[in-house]
């Protein structure tokens, strides 16, 4: 079955940091990517998405770039805020045939805190 | 998302209780789900259901039971509630067309 794996965390941060989150998955076949974040207290939100290959998502400075030859999207942001600090879940959708894209398979998501 | 709104937002409830969680939509949206969310696993689909007369179950559906009242409610049952069932739940509805999910805020569930 379709699988996303998220790199270990908790992530801790200086403001203005670089900041990756890895992101893998394996599925069986043409899925869409989403990264979802999750504020403190609050539902997930869409951070942003790619569906096929080599597509870039991105959004409120992050990005992350469909790559299907090594099976990943990974998410970045070149200079961190403290507003930043929350949990990011890596998903995917098997948009194949007009699945559903609310039909997710997520990563187990990683905590990141942005000190000032 | 204001739309998707779940209640109650916090319940802590006994071992072997009966519980629902109701969560309800403005958005429109046939399609609603069910998820679990636990500490270092992600969420989990629980059941979903694409317009008001189809059910389906997800990966993790065993002690769980759903009912679409209509399109825009989508009610989650705990027969008979179990300590390893204490987890945040969410709620979440998708549209064709539209390539993404909107979630709801989420209901802490505490079995006891």
Same mark, same amino acid.
């Given at each position: *079955?379709?699988?996303?794996?998220?790199?270990?965390?908790?992530?801790?941060l200086?403001?203005?940091a670089?900041?990756?989150i890895?992101?893998?998955?394996? +599925?069986?076949?043409?899925?869409?990517? =989403?990264?979802?974040?999750?504020?403190? *207290?609050?539902? #997930?939100?869409?951070?942003?998405?790619?569906?096929k290959?080599?597509?870039?998502?991105?959004?409120?400075? =992050?990005?992350?770039?469909?790559?299907?030859?090594?099976? &990943?999207?990974?998410?970045?942001?070149?200079?961190?805020?403290? &507003?930043?600090?929350?949990?990011?879940?890596?998903?995917?959708?098997?948009?194949?045939?007009?699945t559903?894209? *609310?039909?997710?398979? =997520?990563? @187990?998501?990683?905590?990141?805190?942005?000190?000032? | 998302?204001?739309?998707?709104?779940?209640t109650?937002?916090?319940?802590?409830?006994?071992?072997g209780?009966?519980?629902?969680?109701?969560?309800?939509?403005?958005?429109?949206?046939?399609?609603?789900y069910?998820?679990?969310?636990?500490?270092? #696993?992600?969420l989990?689909?629980?059941y979903?259901?694409?317009?008001?007369?189809?059910?389906?179950?997800?990966?993790?559906?065993?002690?769980?039971?759903?009912?679409? @009242?209509?399109? +825009?409610?989508?009610?989650?049952?705990?027969?008979? +509630?179990?300590?390893?069932?204490?987890?945040?739940? =969410?709620? +979440?509805?998708?549209?064709?067309?539209?390539?993404?999910?909107?979630f709801?805020?989420?209901?802490?569930l505490?079995?006891?």
């Amino acid at each position: *079955g379709d699988s996303v794996t998220q790199m270990e965390g908790p992530v801790t941060l200086s403001e203005e940091a670089f900041l990756t989150i890895n992101c893998t998955y394996t +599925a069986t076949g043409y899925p869409s990517l =989403f990264w979802y974040v999750q504020y403190p *207290g609050e539902g #997930l939100q869409l951070l942003l998405k790619a569906t096929k290959a080599d597509d870039k998502g991105s959004n409120k400075g =992050f990005e992350a770039t469909y790559r299907k030859e090594t099976t &990943s999207f990974h998410l970045e942001k070149g200079s961190v805020q403290v &507003s930043d600090s929350a949990v990011y879940f890596c998903a995917l959708s098997e948009s194949a045939g007009g699945t559903s894209y *609310g039909k997710l398979t =997520f990563g @187990q998501g990683t905590i990141l805190t942005v000190h000032p | 998302d204001a739309d998707v709104t779940q209640t109650p937002r916090n319940r802590i409830t006994k071992t072997g209780k009966r519980i629902m969680l109701e969560c309800s939509q403005t958005k429109g949206h046939d399609r609603m789900y069910w998820y679990r969310q636990d500490p270092g #696993l992600g969420l989990r689909l629980i059941y979903y259901s694409f317009d008001v007369k189809d059910i389906n179950k997800g990966e993790i559906s065993d002690g769980y039971s759903v009912s679409r @009242q209509a399109q +825009a409610k989508f009610s989650l049952s705990l027969e008979s +509630a179990i300590p390893n069932q204490t987890a945040l739940y =969410f709620c +979440a509805t998708s549209e064709a067309g539209q390539r993404r999910a909107f979630f709801g805020q989420g209901t802490r569930l505490t079995v006891v």
